[in-house]
């Protein structure tokens, strides 16, 4: 019983190895699980196929209460999660005209062809969701609140550390050891108190991913870890949102919209598999020109307000990369891949 217990945990870990989803590495290990129960419900007693994988029924009976407690106990503590954020975050006036407040904020993009009264509605009415309140998502989450924004959700669980704050303007000298999401949410409201910030203090995974994601119109994803992008990539495909991705490295960035249900590849299509860690290094390691993620995150925040206002042309089948060193911007198409384990047929 305890190799077949542990087989399943190996196959459970090498899934983790290779980069699948949570659902994916149990698939495997479930599959064995089912097929053992099986062997023992069916197959006589002193059979020696039921003797290799434990011989007592009961004992797997055991095994699988325990496994329906430990699925229960979590399921229901992501539900009350869930709900103590709904219940803890205001919720944004969004009927009725403009203030003489708000039409004053807003007045430089209401004279805008492009934008005008309407389109400001449609930034008052929409829901942003930006994972990450680092380098990318400190400007983004800046100019989505001056931009008039009405709900901007942040997640995060780390802290502002001193070393943070050459690059996450977002943040002062006197976070530091404040919550990310908190320090971000009191300069949004101290920047526009119109809108209204839902701060999630905890890291994003695939269990909460597209519960969560189902409540916004657009997701931005500021992250700086590629297991971190795939998760928000999957829930993005799985719930249709848009999604906005950027990310950089020491003078170079790069940006694109994400989303196959209107015809755009998804994150995967693009980058099917994450670089082995020496060749893709964070930030702490390579380095970064504190100016950067300014210049990529404001990107981002100008693609999420055309993209609610219908502007110009979003960044659809192009991939944006910005070279700060030399001051060069480049351009390439991207396009959706049949065979795209996320978006495709090879899921």
Known sequence: MFLVLIIMLGLYLLGGVM?????????L??????AVLLIQFTLPDGNPLKAATGGNL???LIVSGLAVIGFAYRFGLSTLRARHDKAHIPEPEKTGAFTEAELSRYARHIVLREVG?????KLKNAKVLVIGAGGLGAPALQYLAAAGVGTIGVVDDDVVSVSNLQRQVIHRDEDT??????SAMDAMI????????RPYQRRLTDKIASELFVEYDIVLDGTDNFESRYIINEACVSTGTPLISAAITQWEGQIS?????????????????????????????????????GVVGAMMAAETIKLITGAGEPLKNRLMIYDA??????????????DCVVCGTGG
């Open 19 to 27: 980069g699948a989803s949570r659902q994916a590495r149990l698939l």
């Open 29 to 34: 290990p479930g599959l064995v699980f089912l």
């Open 58 to 60: 009961q004992n797997w």
């Open 117 to 121: 009264g309407p389109g400001q509605k």
């Open 177 to 182: 050891g404040r919550p990310k999401v908190q």
């Open 190 to 197: 101290a920047q526009n108190p119109h809108v209204a910030v």
């Open 257 to 293: 919209l994400y989303h196959p249900a209107s015809g755009a590849p998804c994150y995967a299509c693009i980058f099917p598999q994450a670089p082995a860690p020496e060749l893709a290094p964070n930030c702490a390691e390579a380095g970064v020109i504190g100016a950067l993620p």
């Open 325 to 338: 060193l030399y001051a060069e911007t480049r351009i390439i198409s991207v396009k959706r891949r049949a």
